[in-house]
């Protein structure tokens, strides 16, 4: 077969053909257990590839797709962990497929299901719209009548440099057992998104409150009971719990629990929560009290 039929028949322009000098020189192969089905059900099948050195899981996965299942379907762009769509479940826990090496699991099974916490489109593809869903309700960033470009004290925006890292890869919201076990995704804003809410909130520019969306809205940030898990699985090492919830959570606690500002809201008809779903503005003193709270 000529080089150009051989292209044609390739899966995708991904794959290339294991050389004889590119496998390992003693003939090992691994052995991955991969999830084949869709929402209506499913089980692992088993396959056998060439163990090349250095392999991914994602390499091994995009192997298989070319050579023994043609119709596997997996999610995936970038090839650098930086786009967050190859991300799946590997042993059980939520993975970048591209950034886990094969040798990893020396000696163990290799089983790769897709996320848990969202409908199964097929095979190692879940369908994550629902988060975007989640995101559009969030208020959205209000500077008000400032135009960029602004002007910002410097330890303002070193905060913000950590929760702008996030790719969406959504394993955050996959491990998260208030969405994987209790199922309260209408409730329940996740992980990811209270990274973002944190980055809206500390940013000295934002007139917006989403205090009251925390607590009484979508948000739902009482619910996180503070595990961090989703900080042990975050593959671009954002702190979410002690940078993000932890901090959002005592502002919550602050606005509705503070004794003083209770007495406030009750004597002024509770106005400002009123405004503090999104399109209300914020206190003058925001900016001073970000920075010695924040």
């Known amino acids: 077969m000529s080089e150009t039929?051989?292209?044609?028949?390739?899966?995708?322009?991904?794959?290339?053909?294991?050389?004889?000098?590119?496998?390992?020189?003693?003939?090992?192969?691994?052995?991955?257990?991969i999830?084949?089905?869709?929402?209506?059900?499913?089980?692992?099948?088993?396959?056998?590839?060439?163990?090349?050195?250095?392999?991914?899981?994602?390499?091994?996965?995009?192997n298989i797709q070319a050579h023994?299942?043609?119709?596997?379907?997996?999610?995936w762009n970038c090839k650098a962990a930086h786009c967050g769509s190859c991300s799946a479940e590997i042993n059980g826990k939520p993975k970048l497929l591209c950034k886990t090496r094969v040798e990893e699991y020396e000696g163990q099974d290799i089983r790769v299901m897709p996320l848990q916490?969202?409908?199964?489109?097929?095979?190692?593809?879940?369908?994550?719209?629902?988060?975007?869903?989640?995101?559009?309700?969030?208020?959205a960033f209000n500077p008000g009548n400032e135009q960029a470009p602004?002007?910002?004290?410097?330890?303002?925006v070193e905060r913000?440099?950590?929760?702008?890292?996030c790719i969406e890869c959504f394993m955050c919201q996959d491990v998260c057992h208030v969405l994987r076990t209790h199922h309260k995704h209408p409730e329940f804003a996740g992980p990811r998104f209270f990274v973002r809410m944190q980055y809206l909130e500390m940013h000295p520019m934002d007139q917006s409150s989403r205090l009251q969306f925390l607590k009484e809205g979508r948000g739902g940030v009482q619910y996180?009971?503070?595990?961090?898990?989703?900080?042990?699985?975050?593959?671009?090492?954002?702190?979410?719990?002690?940078?993000?919830?932890?901090?959002?959570k005592e502002r919550v606690a602050d606005e509705y629990y503070d004794p003083a500002k209770w007495l406030m809201?009750?004597?002024?008809?509770?106005?400002?929560?009123?405004?503090?779903?999104?399109?209300?503005?914020?206190?003058?003193?925001?900016?001073?009290?970000?920075?010695?709270?924040?």
């Not at 602004?150 to 303002?156: L, V």
């Not at 913000?160 to 890292?165: Q, S, T």
């Open 150 to 156: 602004f002007t910002m004290f410097e330890e303002d």
């Open 160 to 165: 913000l440099y950590e929760p702008r890292k």
């Open 35 to 62: 999830f084949r089905g869709d929402g209506e059900g499913g089980d692992l099948v088993e396959y056998e590839i060439p163990m090349i050195e250095g392999m991914v899981v994602l390499d091994a996965v995009l």
């Open 5 to 33: 039929a051989k292209q044609k028949n390739m899966a995708s322009k991904a794959h290339a053909e294991v050389h004889s000098d590119d496998a390992a020189k003693d003939g090992r192969t691994r052995t991955l257990h």
């Open 224 to 248: 996180c009971n503070i595990t961090k898990c989703c900080s042990e699985v975050c593959p671009v090492d954002i702190h979410i719990t002690d940078n993000s919830i932890i901090p959002l």
């Open 265 to 294: 809201r009750k004597i002024r008809g509770n106005r400002r929560n009123g405004s503090a779903n999104g399109g209300g503005a914020r206190p003058n003193h925001k900016r001073a009290e970000i920075r010695t709270n924040g």
């Open 68 to 75: 023994q299942a043609g119709d596997l379907a997996v999610r």
């Open 117 to 139: 916490a969202f409908p199964v489109v097929k095979d190692l593809v879940s369908d994550v719209s629902w988060n975007y869903g989640v995101s559009a309700q969030i208020p």
